[in-house]
């Protein structure tokens, strides 16, 4: 790459200093001293190196944890909490719903916990930072509350289908939904199997409905759907 031509091993080379004698005894003595020097001089330099990431990990947590609303919850076994729950991805962003209150029953550890929820009894674990305090365990769980906790726990619900296409990329069938009580800038692509199994009886009626559209035939033919 220089233009310098390639020197041979056997070329001369020009030092400082008059050149000592050696045997190759004394050359593998030599190397076996620098070896042993080396060794501890590498055990320090990775120890400097973990003692610096420990230092940039230990400020990096003390600046998250100064920053407005990315405090962990401060939870107790018995407590009552809001636990957050991911019901959709829009555009490589998720979509959370706080659901709840359940029942915090176990700490797996400071930051999982297990909660349980006050209708069905299911159990799940959830990380401190899906969380939120709702209660201590002195609350009085009315029924008012569990027809709160079933009414909060349904989540999204369809209004109704607007059209079926296919995606090309995750080889799948997908409908527009249009979703009660949201605006219609937050119809939804949805897959065709999750909403057979949250709300197979409108998927069919859908289906029903556009028989005559050659991507809904397609759908139902898919899914093992048989169209009257």
Known sequence: MTGIKAMSPFDPLAVP????PATLEDIQQNRRIQ??????????MHKRIVETNNKVRARGRQVRG??????????E????VLYADVWAHSRSKLCVRWCGPAQVTAATSNWIFKIKNLVTGDEREAHASRLKFYSDSSLEVSEELLQ??????????VSKFLRASYDTAAKSYKLL????GLSEQEDSWEPVQVMLEDVPAAVKAFIADHADESIVRKLADAHGISID
């Open 17 to 20: 200093q008059s050149v000592t």
């Open 35 to 44: 070896l042993d020097k080396l060794q501890p001089a590498l055990e320090q």
């Open 66 to 75: 100064q920053k407005q609303g990315t405090r962990m919850a401060q939870i």
């Open 77 to 80: 076994v018995g407590d009552f």
């Open 148 to 157: 709160h906790v079933a009414h909060n726990s349904e989540g999204h619900v």
């Open 177 to 180: 939904v249009r979703w009660r």
